[in-house]
Nanobody
Framework: QVHLAESGGGSVQAGGSVRLSCTAS????????MSWWRQAPGKEREWVAT??????DIDYAPAVSGRATLSRDKDILTLQLVSLSLEDTAQYYC????????????????WGQGIQVTVSS
């Protein structure tokens, strides 16, 4: 059974950093695209970063560009986010798909349960 498990997160002070990991399991072949998304209270889910294993292409959303570092080691996707602000408070989700990476969450069939990151001042 396909499963994506997020870890890391928690409560962090503004200006601090957080490291999130996502471990994929149960896939016959590792999914081509693994990605991070987030959803803040009262807001729509937004993409954060994507990793395409076919060409190693990494994309960051403007909201995190320059503060985020995404890496992937086979079935483990890791996101390091620094200089956190209150606006980074959200439930963070890992998602995967077999095709190319997309900025549309509707294209991802596999999702983790999410992990909370709370930034306080």
């Amino acid at each position: 059974q396909v499963h994506l498990a997020e870890s890391g997160g928690g409560s962090v002070q503004a200006g601090g950093s957080v490291r999130l990991s996502c471990t994929a399991s149960g896939f016959t072949l590792s999914p081509r695209c693994m990605s991070w998304w987030r959803q803040a209270p009262g807001k729509e889910r937004e993409w954060v970063a994507t990793f395409d294993s076919d060409d190693g292409d990494i994309d960051y959303a403007p909201a995190v560009s320059g503060r985020a570092t995404l890496s992937r080691d086979k079935d483990i996707l890791t996101l390091q986010l620094v200089s956190l602000s209150l606006e980074d408070t959200a439930q963070y989700y890992c998602a995967a798909r077999d095709g190319f990476c997309s900025w549309s969450d509707a294209r991802y069939p596999w999702w983790g349960q999410g992990i909370q990151v709370t930034v306080s001042s």
